[in-house]
């Protein structure tokens, strides 16, 4: 079966940093997504892992370690805006994308 | 950037009747289109993948006569909800995929039966 664990709920402080985890135990792995959706939107996409190690994209930063199965989403200098659901998403086989139940991110002033 | 269009944004129906949903490719050829669901604070689920011209693919739980999937050509996708029922009340996502190339999402479809 399908597998991606995340927590439900986070708060954090604007100008703070905030990691979201992620951990997946999936049958086939193609990489790892990280998607930010406001509510009642579709989501954007922020970033995609494939091989080990951190990506960085301003103030977002994915990691990944395929032997753990295990991500994280890395949020700098946090703004008001970044308040949404952040999810991951694993691509499994060539071409699905598996998602996991979201994290709700609200910040506070 | 690839932008992917859908419609309607929100629709209303009569338990009992039929709606179709859109999700058009507008600058790029989508080979394969994937539709979710998505229940309030819950997270996308995929209901099935489709390749353009073949039979879609749906995952387990998710009744193929009830949630009919054509992709008839390279740059439409439509999923039309057979006797509709409140419980199929949900927003309902398509994202697009040219060849081996990103996902582009649309922008959702916001489905209440009453």
């Known amino acids: 079966g399908q597998n991606i664990d995340q927590p439900t709920e986070m708060t954090a402080t604007e100008g703070a940093i905030v990691q979201i985890n992620c951990t997946y135990q999936t049958s086939g792995f193609n990489g790892l997504f990280w998607y930010q959706q406001h509510a009642g939107e579709a989501p954007t996409f922020l970033s995609y892992n494939v091989l080990d190690g951190l990506e960085e994209k301003g103030r977002f930063s994915s990691f990944l370690s395929r032997s753990k199965g295990y991500s994280y989403l890395l949020l700098k200098e946090l703004q008001m805006k970044d308040s949404a659901s952040y999810l991951c998403a694993v691509r499994v086989g060539d071409d699905k994308i598996i998602f996991g139940k979201g994290t709700r991110l609200h910040i506070l002033p | 950037g690839a932008v992917v269009s859908q419609h309607p944004s929100w629709v209303i129906c009569k338990s009992g009747t039929s709606v179709k949903i859109e999700c058009r490719s507008l600058?790029?050829?989508?080979?394969?289109m994937f539709w979710y669901r998505q229940f309030p604070k819950q997270s996308l689920m995929l209901m099935a993948t489709?390749?353009?011209?073949?039979?879609?693919?749906?995952e387990q739980g998710v009744e193929k006569d009830k949630f009919l999937i054509n992709h008839a050509s390279l740059t439409l996708s439509t999923l039309t909800v057979t006797s509709a029922h409140p419980e199929d009340s949900s927003f309902y996502i398509c994202?697009?995929?040219?060849?081996?190339?990103?996902?582009?999402f649309g922008s959702g479809t916001r489905l209440t039966v009453v």
């Open positions: 489709s390749n353009e011209g073949s039979k879609a693919t749906y």
């Open positions: 994202s697009a995929r040219e060849g081996g190339g990103g996902y582009t």
């Open positions: 600058d790029f050829q989508a080979t394969t």
